[in-house]
């Protein structure tokens, strides 16, 4: 008898593996990969760059994943009571980013819980901008990749670029703005992935 209980248990635990590797990725690029500040014409006033410290609620994202340069998915995400995200700056050096999002379910379907949370550095020195660590937002229960994983198949995800940059910065208002590039192997077919985000938040 097929088991899908088992198979479910499989997919979930490749699922959690993907994520787990992006992640690694993510955290390991990041920072290797700073862009400079736009709008600027040298470096950042230290009065500006001092405008970053202190938490951020997250208002609205923008994820668009292209594959081999044609644009599969291009979507934006509100801020709602039950979808909710914010990013931390300190003056250390240090910040935390964390989501939270909840479905009351329907009839069909039981209700769902999901959250995120990451923490590690960043550097704004100048006109430089850059993450440790890949940001949490409002994009909850869509794949990164969108692709179908099957119980005997697994992904070679290889980076090939990545960066985070400061689009705007005031006062009250923050736009964040990263682009992770990286090839996907799977059953000998290979794609190049392009993933974007801009995070918008507000204080």
């Known amino acids: 008898m097929f088991n899908f209980g088992a198979t479910n248990d499989i997919l979930n635990l490749m699922r ?27 470096p950042v006033p230290s009065n500006q760059q001092n405008l970053l410290i202190g938490k ?7 994820f668009t994943r292209y594959v081999d340069s044609a644009k599969q998915l291009d979507t934006t995400f509100d801020t709602s009571a039950n979808n909710l995200a914010s990013i931390q700056f300190n ?12 479905s009351p379910g329907t009839a069909n379907q039981a ?11 960043y550097v704004f ?9 890949s940001i949490n937002g409002l994009r909850h229960g869509v794949d990164f990749f969108g692709g179908t994983i099957t119980s005997g198949s697994a992904p070679v995800i290889t980076p090939v670029s990545n960066l985070a940059e400061i689009k705007l910065l005031t006062s009250s208002k923050l736009n ?17 992935y ?10």
């Open 176 to 192: 964040i703005h990263t682009v992770f590039v990286c090839s996907y192997l799977i059953n000998g077919i290979v794609q190049t």
């Open 16 to 42: 959690r593996s993907i994520f787990f590797t992006i992640s690694t990725l993510l955290a390991c690029g990041f920072f290797s990969c700073k862009k400079d500040v736009k709008g600027t014409d040298g």
């Open 91 to 102: 003056k250390d050096g240090t910040f935390d980013s964390q989501s939270s999002f909840y």
């Open 56 to 62: 951020w609620m997250l208002q609205q994202e923008q």
């Open 194 to 203: 392009k993933m974007t985000d801009d995070y918008y938040y507000a204080r």
């Open 111 to 121: 209700p769902f819980t999901s959250g995120g949370a990451s923490s590690g550095n």
């Open 125 to 133: 020195v100048g006109n430089t901008f850059g993450l440790s660590d």
